[in-house]
């Protein structure tokens, strides 16, 4: 089937919710994926946080094809081996509490925002402008976008929207208030890292009144800054944290991880979903758990964030280059042209997240040979598109 048949198809038939790029892929390994005519492409995107681990990653593949074969679904009426170990890796790997398995990122917010107002009976949710948690409505409720929130009105009630800084949340929060609702790096705007002094601000806040700091780590986590998960590097640790996107190593699980204190919040009948944590997705979350836990791949996230923003500092008609590990992004002058021009001529996957904003988020197996190649393709577009 061609491209020009797919799209008639698109059409005719699919909801236009997305608006796609004109590229069929069929195959992906590693860092590259291939389109229906045989080209070859350099992923820096990972499918938006996804393929930390890299497309079709042999381990992952390896897991599906072992389980496929064995039990693909059980329900969560009964156990598997896969959702038990995941959930203690998970727990043990960061807040040591427990943890509720769903699909995506936005439900496992919404399973955030149901565990803590269930923990403060009617409580309000502090968010900051700039956030992003998802398109589901409680989940969009904390997402105060005008151009995502304004056609789906009514809105969830509760929500209570603060300028992402430190005096104005410190205000926001008082004794009604069960939750502050934070992203460590903002993604979906552009990649905003929080400052320290925000996050530890929001702490003491929660800690005076008796509320809930949780993080959505769902672009953020699985190794994606250079450490298993951003709080790491903020000397600030949040009672629950919220995964989904890299965990199931490119198939769709989500999760929210408790610490202590909010462990036993949800009773058996409080919250629910037919697919979570099935072994088939749970399997593929293990072995995509050990590749991106490794001491080693997290040194070279590290390591290879600070040569990509360093080399595109370098780089005529590039600004604002910012990030932590490899979650970058830099300002030019028209980023949806800079990515097409990109996709289509140089063959690199990169996303513009407004008119001025391209958002870089390699696989973390990417090598230094591939982001000095990146940087170069990078450097011949600016002069391109700038000129
Ligand atoms: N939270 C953050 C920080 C995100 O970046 C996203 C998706 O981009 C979500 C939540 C929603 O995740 P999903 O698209 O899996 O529902």
């Known amino acids: 089937m061609s491209l020009a048949e797919l799209q008639a198809i698109e059409a005719a038939h699919v909801i236009p919710s997305y608006a796609r790029m004109p590229v069929e892929l069929v195959r992906g390994a590693g860092t590259r994926v291939w389109d229906a005519d045989g080209n070859e492409y350099l992923d ?211 999760a929210l991880v408790t610490g202590e204190r909010l462990a036993d919040v949800f009773q058996p009948g409080d919250h629910g979903s037919t697919f979570a944590g099935g072994p088939l997705v749970a399997g593929a979350a293990l072995a995509a758990f050990d590749v991106l836990s490794d001491p080693g791949l997290l040194a070279s996230v590290r390591e290879l964030g600070e040569r990509l923003r360093e080399g595109l500092r370098a780089l005529p008609g590039a600004s604002e280059v910012r990030g932590r590990g490899l979650m970058v992004a830099f300002d030019t002058d028209d980023a949806p042209a800079l990515v097409r021009r990109a996709l289509l001529d140089e063959r690199l996957i990169l996303n513009a997240t407004g008119p001025s904003t391209v958002r870089m988020l390699p696989p973390l197996i990417v090598t230094a040979a591939e982001i000095d190649d990146a940087l170069a393709r990078i450097g011949r577009l600016l002069a391109a598109v700038t000129a």
């Open 44 to 254: 820096l995107l990972s499918g938006i946080s996804v393929l930390n681990v890299g497309h079709c990653h042999p381990a992952v593949v390896e897991a599906v094809r072992a389980q496929a074969g064995v039990l693909t679904h059980a329900t969560n009426l009964f156990y598997t081996a896969p959702a038990m170990r995941l959930a203690q890796r998970l727990a043990e790997s960061s807040l040591g509490g427990k943890v509720f398995f769903c699909n995506s990122g936005a439900e496992a917010n919404e399973a955030a925002l149901k565990l803590v107002r269930k923990a403060k009976p009617g409580g309000e949710v502090v968010v900051v402008h700039g956030a992003f948690h998802g398109r589901t409505y409680g989940a969009l409720s904390a997402t105060p976008q005008e151009s995502k929130q304004a056609p789906f009105a009514p809105l969830v009630p509760g929500f209570v929207v603060v300028a992402p800084e430190a005096a104005a949340l410190e205000a926001a929060v008082h004794e009604g208030t069960a939750a502050v609702l934070l992203e460590p790096i903002q993604s979906e705007t552009g990649i905003h890292p929080l400052p320290d002094e925000l996050l530890r601000a929001a702490r003491a806040a929660c800690d005076r009144v008796g509320a809930a700091l949780v993080f959505d780590e769902v672009a953020t986590g699985m190794g994606r800054t250079g450490t298993l998960w951003a709080y790491e590097q903020t000397g600030v640790v949040p009672d629950a944290l919220t995964s989904a996107k890299a965990l199931g190593g490119g198939l769709p699980i989500g």
